[in-house]
């Protein structure tokens, strides 16, 4: 009994140590994202992507279009 148990203690340390290498491997090929600008609503003051705000034409950037119309 003892020896089925120090068997099945083995092949589970050797699964867990296949699946981190495996884990590691894939990580380490993925290059990292590139950082993302973000800006403040002049509104609310909620920080978003540049990218996803929108412009009012004095220059102030909004989350969305309801606060650029209310504090327009």
Same mark, same amino acid.
């Given at each position: 009994?003892?020896? *089925? @148990? &120090? /068997?099945?203690? $083995?092949?589970?340390?050797? *699964? @867990? &140590? /296949?699946?981190? $290498?495996?884990?590691?491997?894939?990580?380490?090929?993925?290059?990292?994202?590139?950082?993302?600008?973000?800006?403040?609503?002049?509104r609310?003051?909620i920080?978003?992507?540049?990218?996803?705000?929108?412009?009012?034409?004095d220059?102030?950037?909004?989350?969305?279009?309801?606060?650029?119309r209310?504090?327009?």
């Open positions: 009994m003892l020896r *089925l @148990v &120090l /068997i099945l203690l $083995a092949v589970w340390i050797a *699964l @867990v &140590l /296949i699946r981190d $290498a495996r884990r590691r491997r894939r990580l380490r090929g993925t290059p990292p994202s590139p950082p993302v600008m973000t800006v403040q609503c002049a609310c003051g920080h978003l992507p540049a990218d996803r705000a929108l412009q009012h034409s220059g102030r950037l909004y989350c969305s279009l309801e606060h650029a209310d504090d327009g």
